[in-house]
């Protein structure tokens, strides 16, 4: 138990690896929101795009 606590402390003492931990809730976010709004993201791009087509490009 010491020694993960020690990691730890020496993980957010080192501001490289703060940097990472934040990368990587950063991503964990941007791939939480990819999966709860894809069928949004989906419909809107599809919608994008039929609208182009339409337009005669």
Do not use: C, P, W
């Not at 990587?24 to 419909?43: E, H, N, T, Y």
């Amino acid at each position: 138990m010491k020694r993960i606590m020690y990691k730890t402390a020496v993980l957010l003492g080192n501001k490289k690896g703060m940097e990472m931990v934040q990368v990587a809730i950063l991503v964990a976010i941007a791939v939480a929101a990819g999966i709860i709004f894809k069928s949004s993201v989906v419909d809107f791009v599809n919608r994008i795009f039929h609208n182009l087509n339409a337009a005669n490009f």
